[in-house]
């Protein structure tokens, strides 16, 4: 017994040794870290951070570097060898979803901006890391080029208002190119300049090494790679493993060429950039398993050396870190305004810049890192880049989120951002989750379905994954006969599917996926388990797993008790994907029940519904009401009449409508009007697509509440 004791204690003894419980630990974090702080939004890149910090040597001292040689005769340290893949992974995906095309259109702006976004900061960050913080030349040097760098970590919010085309974000794109490229190029000589002194045959080294590897990365690569692709089509496992190989070949070229393996890696992405679509299944293995272990990995390991002590210690930790935040933003800035008067820009073009190129994220970690590891910097340097880093990144988010809306709102979307789906393709899906209410609903959607489209009604069970999955499948295919039952006696044609999945809300949005579903109708959300209020409620997993219109439905009164429907619209919905589609819906509905239609909204959105042709041409009898607090929702209650069909259009979170009044807006107009029919409709988006998954910012509940505040620091309502 005591020997068992004296084992368990050994083992579980800090700084835990075993390597297989510190990858479980290390796998428990990159599983449970999203999980608890989504609900504050807390981004994930310094989600993983802080946890490395909290595990870290200078916190709980559970994880420290293992250096396996005292275990097993090997002299590699685990998690070094998974953050360094992991380091060389985000700069790989950086070149690789850089969208050359959109470069090559704005070539000559996308040049001027990249020099003043990379000189500026730099000009700037040199005399204060000189002459105030008294670091010598190479530090000032490599901490003023950390200044320069950017990651478009705010890129999903302007894809989102559907202003991805605009060419303010274009330059901007082009910018991160050339000033991330620029830099690099710069920590190859402030490395070599840390090892030696830098003379003429060091130049003459490092032109002809930068020359012949930049010929084999961009003449040798990218023929071999379309060789690989085209003759070994079939073997999709293969294509990974050839692409994660150029990765690390690259990196070790460009160690051989005396410059950084960051450096190998990024020119790695810039290579196979046009040989891998952003959207093809190859893309998608290179982002899932790259965000799914190695980044996550190469986070934490970061967190790990942070000593958040250090800004205890005395003023002189605050001061760095507040300085080097305070330069960053103001390098950013300048450069933004900069180009805004040689452009001619607006002034909410200049703050979209300005959002976009503000953010410091992984290029600025990736070099932070090198110059710590090579002992350039201390750790001072290193804890004040993690503070600016979650401060930059809350400042993009905020300012690329106020200049996006203004942008829509004077009028500059994407055309083809407006979603136009044919009548006779239209495709409905169904989730049954309460029988109760089941038929109602299907009454709602054969009300609203066109009936030009040759596609039945989908109506979908889904059946978790478990030892009652046969028994239960069976159950549900039993609850679809009588709802095929129900559907006949009004001659819908209906589709039944079952599928088994571990999570329903996975369940719904897999198969929504494959049905190419225009329209999600589902039931009212029930009452949450504390254990769903944690992970994330299953409406919630809904609509974060799907981008169709989705339809929310609480019909406990029959329709013939109507005799109006009540529409209220929040400012900016008419900028949505989805707008023309649930509005269409609800023209549909009101001359099915032949009940007239009452629009709340504000005068904005009052003026494009009246534009609209599909109103002009419409039958239905409809009135417009004025509603301008939309910040106060409970204030729609005086538009109200016991005999409305209310219809509340809400906003997925981060889309262009979305406000925080509508949060939990569900639950709140349940409680609020017990007794009457409520429908809520979530209009449809456009797929996000994120430059990656850890480098996606939403803003904490707290910051979006000042978001306005901020926004106005930048933009004055004239």
Known sequence: MDKFLQHISHAFSTPLTNPVLVFTIILTIILVSPIILRPIKVPGIIGFILFGVLFGPHGLNWLAKIDKATLQGSGVDAIDLFSTIGLLYIMFIAGLELDMNEFKKTKNKS???????????????????????????????????????????????????????????????????????????????????????????????????????????????????????????????????????????????????GLEPIIGAFVAGLALNKLIPHSSALMNRIEFIGNAIFIPFFLISVGMIVDVSVLTKGPMALIIAGTLTLVAVTGKFLAATATKLVFKYSKNQRNLI????NAHAAATL????????????????????????????????????????????????????????????EQILIPI????????????????????????????????????????LANARKNLDNMARYASGSETEVELLTTIDFNIASGIGRTSKELFADCLILGWPSATSFIEKIVGEKT???????????????????????????????????????????LEKILKLGQELSLPLRFVCDSRTQGALQELPLMSKTSVPHGFENYEDWDNIYGLAAFNTVDALLVFVSSRYGEVSYRDSLDG?????????KNQNL?????????????????????????RKISREIGNMFNKEK
């Open 111 to 257: 040049l001027l901006f990249g020099f003043l976004t990379f000189i500026i900061p730099i000009s700037i960050g040199f005399p204060v890391c000189y002459y105030f913080l008294n670091y010598e030349l190479l530090p000032s040097v490599l901490i003023a080029s950390m200044f320069a760098t950017h990651t478009l970590v705010s890129y999903p919010i302007v894809n989102s208002y559907g202003i991805s085309k605009n060419e303010a974000v274009a330059i901007t794109i082009g910018g991160t190119i050339l000033t991330d490229t620029a830099v690099l190029i710069i920590l190859a000589i402030l490395t070599g300049a840390a090892q030696g002194e830098i003379n003429q045959q060091f130049w003459v080294t490092l032109g002809v090494s930068f020359a012949l590897f930049l010929f084999i990365m961009f003449g040798v690569i990218p023929r071999i790679a379309k060789w690989f692709f085209q003759k070994i089509e079939s073997e999709k496992t293969a294509h990974y493993i050839f692409v994660l190989a150029v990765v690390f070949f690259a990196a070790f070229l460009a160690e051989i060429a």
């Open 354 to 357: 300005f959002g976009l190129s």
């Open 366 to 425: 990736a070099i932070i890192m090198v110059g710590y590891d090579k002992e350039i910097i201390d750790e001072n340097v290193l804890n004040g880049t993690i503070v600016l880093i979650l401060i930059t990144c809350i400042i993009a988010s905020i300012v690329t989120e106020n200049a996006s809306r203004r942008i829509v709102m004077e009028g500059h979307q994407d055309d083809e951002h407006v979603e136009h789906v044919p009548e006779h393709e």
């Open 433 to 472: 989750a309460n029988l109760a209410s089941m038929e109602p609903i299907l009454d709602f959607a054969t009300l609203i379905k066109s009936k030009k489209s040759h596609h039945p009604l989908n109506i979908l069970s889904v059946v978790a994954d478990n030892e009652q999955a046969e028994l239960n």
């Open 540 to 582: 919630e997993s809904i609509l974060n797993r799907t981008d169709a219109n989705l339809f929310m439905c609480r019909l406990d009164k029959s329709f013939v008790s109507h005799k109006s429907i009540v529409i209220f619209v929040p400012p900016l919905a008419e900028s949505e994907v989805g707008f023309e589609y649930w």
């Open 665 to 673: 807006l569900a639950k709140r107009i349940g409680r609020y009007f």
């Open 679 to 703: 429908l809520l409709i979530f209009p449809s988006r456009r797929e996000n697509q994120h430059i990656d998954d850890y480098e996606d910012v939403q803003t904490a509940p707290i910051f």
